[in-house]
């Protein structure tokens, strides 16, 4: 059993994930949280005490780290005793990270793919340019690393999972459709790092149609959506982290993310864009000075989880999953609807952190009770869907889903005493 975490990061993520651990210390023992920022580790543990977050007392500490320095983190996982890293600081990290994982057989969970500052958009499958040419060496050291295991990429890749074993003969189509239908009341923010999100969309759109990679345009393709609870809904193809697995491992022929994206942020975004200010290659100024322009656009907007507590509305993020049943066209909507407000009372976060919070720190107690303990490197989608999905249920994710059936709440095991295919599902596990 693995017990003792080391969070890394002190973002919005790491914010959420913190309380989590706290919450089930029991399981989890000792929390320790590092980053460059010593003080930003520090109001997270002062937020957690002033929450009262802690299940039992426990070990909670903080520590000042450079990540991509992989003998410093290495030291700092064996000085802490640590056997369950989870790494929620920015994905430029991730490779350092992991081989401090593999050189002291501590598990390493992340929630997104890794990234060469220097570059944007590598050639698809992402995984394939990283985290995927450390597999044997992760099966080797008998060292479990569970990679993006936030929402999306993270849940998304556990519902097409679930839908595919419980639910269809045949899939044909994932559509993953991510809204946040709520408001800060801001000119302009992004609810997670800017850097990160921009770098999503400047270059190549990529989607998996018909068993191949398709190259779109940012905004080429729009497509409107009725959702649960948040309604019609607006939204654009964009690549994503989680095409880059599920592609690989679920045999379905088309994977698409779509995305909600206002008229403003599109403006302001386009406008930026084509000044060059997103550009993550350096400029010199005429001081002499070098700088990378989207560096700058990150340190002028609003730090993402400052935004939490004037935040209200919610979030709606789910997989569209379309195939055949008994012959006959089958569809179902697996999905999560969170609300800003509820995640600020409970946490002190708002809704983007929390829904990518969640779910780590629920694949982090299912490897310390053994679950998902598979001393080797996964997507998620290769792993059990039904602990996650139960776990988190009881977490504060709920997940929902919508079919012929109607709209209900998706709990694995009463599902397994309904549905047959759940039922073998389960007992196949
Ligand atoms: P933030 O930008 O708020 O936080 C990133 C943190 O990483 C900061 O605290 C920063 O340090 C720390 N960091 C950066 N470089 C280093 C370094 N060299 N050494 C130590 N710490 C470092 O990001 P978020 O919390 O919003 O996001 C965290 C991660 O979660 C990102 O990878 C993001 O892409 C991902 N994410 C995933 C989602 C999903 O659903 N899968 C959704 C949202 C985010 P400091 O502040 O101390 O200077």
């Known amino acids: 059993m693995k017990r003792n975490v080391l969070i890394i990061g002190a973002g919005g993520v790491a914010h959420v994930a913190a309380h989590k651990c706290a919450q089930n210390n029991a399981l989890l023992g000792d929390i320790n949280i590092a980053s460059r920022t010593l003080g930003k580790c520090q109001a997270i543990i002062d937020s957690i005490r002033q929450k009262g977050s802690m299940q039992q007392p426990g070990h909670l500490q903080a520590h000042a780290l450079d990540a991509m320095d992989v003998d410093a983190t290495s030291r700092l996982i064996e000085a802490t005793g640590s056997r369950i890293v989870i790494n929620v600081g920015s994905p430029f990290l991730n490779m350092s990270v992991l081989s401090a994982c593999i050189r002291t057989g501590a598990a390493y969970l992340d929630t997104a793919i890794h990234e060469d500052p220097r570059k944007v958009c590598e050639p698809p499958p992402w995984y394939a340019n990283y985290e995927w040419k450390r597999r044997q060496e992760c099966k080797d050291a008998r060292v479990t690393a569970v990679l993006g295991v936030g929402f999306d990429p993270g849940v998304v890749n556990a519902y097409a999972r679930y839908a595919m074993d419980t639910r269809f003969d045949r899939v044909d189509s994932i559509d993953i459709i991510d809204i946040n239908a709520g408001s800060h009341g801001r000119y302009f923010a992004t609810n997670f790092d800017p850097e990160i999100n921009f770098r999503e969309f400047v270059s190549t759109a990529w989607s998996w149609e018909n068993g191949e990679w398709k190259a779109n345009a940012m905004f080429e393709h729009r497509k409107d959506w009725d959702m649960p609870m948040v309604g019609k809904q607006t939204t654009y193809l964009a690549g994503h982290d989680e095409l880059h697995s599920m592609s690989h491992h679920l045999g379905v022929p088309n994977i698409r993310f779509w995305m909600g994206f206002s008229e403003h942020y599109i403006n302001v975004f386009s406008v930026l864009k084509n000044l060059g200010l997103l550009s993550e290659q350096p400029v010199r100024t005429a001081r002499g000075q070098e700088v990378v322009p989207l560096e700058v656009v990150k340190a002028v907007l609003p730090d993402p989880a400052s935004l939490a507590p004037g935040y209200t509305g919610k979030t709606c993020i789910g997989d569209l999953v379309r195939g055949v049943k008994n012959g006959r066209p089958t569809e179902a909507l697996l999905y999560n609807i969170c609300d800003h407000k509820s995640c600020f009372e409970e946490v002190g976060s708002q809704a983007i952190s929390y829904t990518a919070g969640v779910p780590v720190v629920a694949a982090a107690m299912l490897i310390a009770d053994g679950s998902w303990d598979i001393g080797a490197m996964a997507n ?50």
């Open 380 to 429: 998620v989608e290769e792993l059990d869907p039904a602990p996650f999905i139960a776990l988190m249920n009881r977490m504060g994710l709920v997940t929902r889903i919508r079919d012929a059936e109607g709209d209900r709440v998706l709990d694995p095991q009463e599902d397994a005493a309904q549905v047959p295919e759940a039922r073998l599902s389960a007992a196949a596990r």
